[in-house]
């Protein structure tokens, strides 16, 4: 690393946040994916007196009300899978938090949903930086999560939702925030 590339490092700070792209999301889109093809293969192999399906024998089944019901979970199936791979290559819930010393900004930028609003960017100055925000509660839900206290704009979050990061990844991360930002930290 260049004497230039450590200047520029020591200026931003960035880390990037974890959106629908988890391993969990393209397992569940997988296995709903599989599932509601077979259903409905089921349905239609019940309706066309032919086997569609690879495992089984769905011209055993009748049609109404059996294979009506097997069509319907398999299109109602289908729809939410498209849902959940179109939420992973959309990114939703993905983006950045940059913390730019040199040019005194904050930068919070999180993808959602296509149309007009898809790109969430926030941009605070670090002088209106007031804290670094630790929420943790343990039990059946926990939620460790990292919020950034800025004047006139309230607590913006910093963590990703869903799955909770481990304990001592989430105080690491705060506390080199707020020793970045020069800011006092909260919470703990």
Known sequence: ????????????????????????????????????????????????????????????????????????????????????????????GGGYNEFDRAAGKVNILRWGYPGKNRK???????????????????GLNPKRSLYLRVKGRGEIPLTRVGQPLPLAEIEDQAAEIARFLGVPMEGL
């Open 120 to 138: 969430l960017e926030l941009s605070s100055r670090i002088g209106d930086v007031q804290a670094v925000r630790i929420v943790i509660r343990e």
């Open 1 to 92: 690393m260049t004497a230039q590339a450590a200047q520029d490092r020591e200026k931003v700070l960035r880390y990037d946040v974890l959106g629908a792209k988890r391993l969990s999301n393209y397992w569940w889109a997988t296995v709903i994916s599989i599932g509601a093809t077979g259903f409905l293969l089921a349905g239609l192999s019940s309706y066309l007196q032919v086997n569609l399906l690879p495992i089984g024998n769905g011209v055993d089944l009748i049609f109404i009300p059996q294979g009506i019901a097997m069509s319907f979970y398999g299109v109602a199936g289908l729809l939410l899978a498209t849902y959940l791979w179109l939420t992973i290559v959309w990114d939703v």
